[in-house]
């Protein structure tokens, strides 16, 4: 089972390390993904991203996600935890953990957690600019392409 | 035809130009799908109708789950409408 938290609080990443990997003596790596506010968007700065969600879905979407990602790879936890709510630059956004015997797995389902959270989990960014503007951020065509490179259906 | 009451959420832009998060609306009775409920709303004013405005993505879910414009819809729903999301 992969753990699943929605949060404004920070998180730390040690201790979600040192949690996935408690007791545990199988485990013999663990992928990670940590997404972090990026202080500028095409050289205008930023003064803070803020992150919206639809709470009564969010996490049905990340479980189902977490579940497509367990039925893949053989693995052994993991974690998928998104921050909502105002963020200034250099924030941890969020964080994906997978855990497995081997790496290869690990790294892939980590890969794949982030992939398929960006196209298929209800979040929305909006931009506040330091010049006092306001963007919501559009949906990237990169970003489809990323999840689409997991399809299984050709 | 009878109408029927359905549960909306808007988030995101599309939030910020209806002017509210949420509301219980009566549906016509005729309304059976996503994409007809969409079209009924664009004409209940300007905000509506700038958020619904042809060629502008937006997207849905019925219940919670991602649905298609086809999706019917029926008494009770909860329909949530909002861009393509963008978190991660």
Redesign the interface.
């Known amino acids: 089972m992969l753990r699943i938290r929605v949060q404004e609080a920070p998180f730390d990443i040690a201790a979600e390390f040192a949690a996935l990997a408690a007791g545990r003596a199988d485990i013999g790596g663990i992928g990670c993904f940590l ?1 972090t506010v990026r202080g500028e968007v095409g050289g205008r700065p930023l003064a803070a991203m803020t ?4 709470p ?2 969010t996490e ?2 990340l479980a189902a996600i977490a579940a497509e990602a367990e039925a893949r790879w053989a693995l052994l936890g993991g974690t998928i935890l ?1 921050r909502v709510g105002r963020l200034p630059p250099g924030a941890p ?2 964080l994906v953990l997978a855990a497995a015997r081997h790496r290869q797995a690990a790294l892939d389902a980590t890969g794949f957690l ?1 992939d398929w ?10 931009e506040s600019f330091a010049d006092g503007g306001e963007a ?4 990237r065509a990169e ?1 489809d392409a990323a999840a689409a490179r997991h399809d299984t259906t050709k | 035809m009878t109408g029927f009451r359905v549960h909306l959420l808007y988030f995101a832009w599309l939030r910020e130009r209806i002017g509210r998060g949420e509301e219980e609306i009566e549906v016509p009775g005729d309304i059976r799908t996503l994409g007809a409920l969409s079209a009924w709303l664009a004409a209940r004013g300007p905000g509506y109708a700038s958020a619904f405005a042809a060629g502008k993505a937006v997207r849905a879910a019925v219940n919670q789950s991602f649905a298609s414009p086809e999706a019917a819809i029926g008494p009770g729903d909860e329909v949530a409408f909002f861009p393509p999301v963008t978190g991660g």
């Not at chain 1, 992150?51 to 639809?54: F, Q, S």
């Not at chain 1, 959270?117 to 909006?126: E, V, Y």
Request: charged share 30%; hydrophobic share 50%.
């Open positions: 997404g992150l919206e969600h639809y009564a879905m049905r979407a998104h956004i969020v982030i959270l960006k196209t298929r989990a209800p979040f929305w960014k909006k919501w951020v559009e949906a970003d």
